[in-house]
């Protein structure tokens, strides 16, 4: 009976663990060099942002790409053929027919363990990240439709190197080409952020990589306040995630949760600057009318006071006689 007893416990023990309960949710696939896809970052939550994640991506995928086709695991042959075949070669094509259905079986969106706390990151297959960011806050931005609760910022991945400086900069060197090398040229920011990974200097980065940008075209000019594209670059421990997007303060640094609130109306620069105007030449209009009329009241006084200053000295100088 102890026997039975104490394998029965290692069996429930091995079966509802914390810690493999963990492992199988992070999976055992982990963000690499030479992937793309979508970094995501969230709030304490990543299981309910991975699903919205899911939800989100689909739906604007299956508009701009159309729906995702899935191939059938089951084999397309029949049984009446598979009894005409020999076994051997019956064998052998149900083998080819399963590996083939298996590679065919990779989804177009897969949540991998991205190497930090509460960022996930979304693999894309046959699709353009940055576009399809790009247009999914166009959408919430024009709709303001909230259509998630704990996603925060969606930044698109089109490349990936080692993260350091040395590697980033021979990667780059070719990759901002096709945005900064002559004859085209643009305003742009640098958006860096590290995250477990403390062997880069933030500043050390952005000179290298404007310097970089710089050697491509001396017409692209830094623009920290509306630039037209901005050069993202994302440390997450050993890999360096990067993309070159447009819109970027328009669209509130890609933060679906800010890009979904309703404008805050700003101030008419032009009245403001007319009623100021207005505000001023009255300011000056009731100085003037101030300083004339003291002028007038000290020219009284004066008429006032000579007369009687000059009695005081005649009597004064009766006075001395």
Not at 80 to 100: I, S
Not at 196 to 214: M, P, Q, T
Not at 287 to 307: Q, S
């Amino acid at each position: 009976m102890s026997a039975l007893s104490n394998d029965s416990r290692k069996r429930s023990k091995k079966r509802y663990a914390g810690g493999h309960h963990n492992k199988r949710w992070k999976g055992s696939r982990e963000l690499e060099i030479g992937m793309q896809g979508i970094l995501i970052t969230c709030n304490m939550n990543e299981r309910k942002c991975t699903a919205e994640a899911f939800n989100l991506l689909n739906e604007y995928a299956d508009t701009l790409y159309g729906p995702e086709k899935l191939q059938d695991n089951n084999g397309s042959s029949s049984e009446e053929e598979a009894d005409e075949e020999d076994v051997d070669v019956a064998l052998k094509k149900e083998v080819a027919q399963l590996k083939a259905s298996g590679a065919k079986q990779e989804r177009r969106f897969q949540a991998l363990d991205s190497g930090a706390n509460n960022v996930i990151f979304i693999k894309t297959k046959n699709l353009e990240s940055d576009k399809l960011v790009h247009h999914i806050l166009s959408d919430l931005h024009t709709t303001k439709k909230k259509k998630s609760r704990v996603i925060l910022r969606m930044l698109p991945v089109t490349g990936t190197c080692k993260a350091f400086q040395d590697d980033m900069v021979k990667y780059l060197t070719t990759f901002l080409e096709p945005w900064f090398k002559t004859p085209n040229s643009g305003t742009y920011q640098i958006a860096f952020k590290a995250r477990n990974s403390s062997h880069n200097k933030r500043d050390e980065i952005i000179k290298a990589i404007a310097g970089l940008v710089g050697k491509l075209n001396p017409k692209n000019k830094v623009d920290l306040t509306n630039p037209e594209l901005t050069i993202i670059v994302e440390v997450i421990k050993a890999v360096c995630c990067i993309s070159v997007v447009k819109d970027y303060t328009l669209y509130r640094k890609y933060n679906v949760q800010e890009v979904m609130k309703e404008d805050t109306p700003k101030p008419d620069v032009t009245t403001a600057k007319t009623d100021m105007n207005t505000a001023e030449q009255k300011e000056k209009h009731d100085a003037e009318e101030t300083n004339k009329e003291e002028e007038k009241k000290g020219d009284d006084d004066n008429d006032n006071n000579g007369p009687q200053d000059n009695k005081v000295a005649d009597k004064e100088e009766v006075d001395g006689e």
